[in-house]
């Protein structure tokens, strides 16, 4: 199975990621993720989406086709994938379904999360991350259980320099601008269902899991 999450900066699709990808054993390939590892390790290509990233715009297409393409071909995405922040503007979409095409496969599900702009601010100004096993809290929400230290791995959290309040309004308005026509797209396609990111997250999990678990 190959499922792709899609939804607004924000919208839970990270937190969400984890847990799908863990119960239908998928490869978890985000692409925001993998853009600040390179950025890390100082690649060629971190260093050119350094800047895009930190002001709140997209990385060019080619770019990220060229990247998710080198993920999407890894032998631990040969059972499926969960792709999380790709594709983000028609373009993408288009490459994707080539890409995969030419193996064979096919976008199963396309989950879009829905949440009301208004409460993604908070979210994501409030959101701690860890940059070692890229686990999220967030300091009223989900706090870690000792203060800016990861449970999962003991790293010390950090914000992300893209979460401060004025980027995190250039990049909504760069997701409904450039993002939003996917939901048009994958409609069209008949394989997107749209799920209420406000829930509590449980909830949010357990809509997702319903819509991708095998059909008897
Ligand atoms: P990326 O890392 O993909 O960021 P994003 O899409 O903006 O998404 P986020 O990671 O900010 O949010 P999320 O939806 O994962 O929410 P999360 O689960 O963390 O991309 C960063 C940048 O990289 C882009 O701006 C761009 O420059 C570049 N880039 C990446 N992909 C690209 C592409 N394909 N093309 C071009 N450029 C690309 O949750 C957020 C917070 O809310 C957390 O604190 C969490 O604890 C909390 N939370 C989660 N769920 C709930 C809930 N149900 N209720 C209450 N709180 C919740």
Known sequence: MNLVLLGPPGAGKGTQAARIARTFALAHLSSGDILRAEV????DLGRQAQSFMNAGTLVPDGLILDMMAVHMGTPGASGGFLLDGFPR???????LDRKIGLLGRRVDHVIHLVVPD???ESRLTGRRSCP????????ANNPPKQADVCDQCGTMLVQRPDDQAAVVRTRLATYHE???PLVTY???KGVLADVDGSQA???VTAAIEAI???RP
């Open 186 to 188: 994958y409609r069209g």
């Open 40 to 43: 890390r390790g100082g690649s």
């Open 118 to 120: 208004g409460e993604l």
């Open 89 to 95: 503007t028609v373009a993408q979409a288009e490459g």
């Open 201 to 203: 997250p449980d909830r």
């Open 132 to 139: 070692a096993c890229n686990a999220v809290f967030h300091v």
């Open 178 to 180: 450039l993002t939003g």
């Open 212 to 214: 991708c678990a095998p």
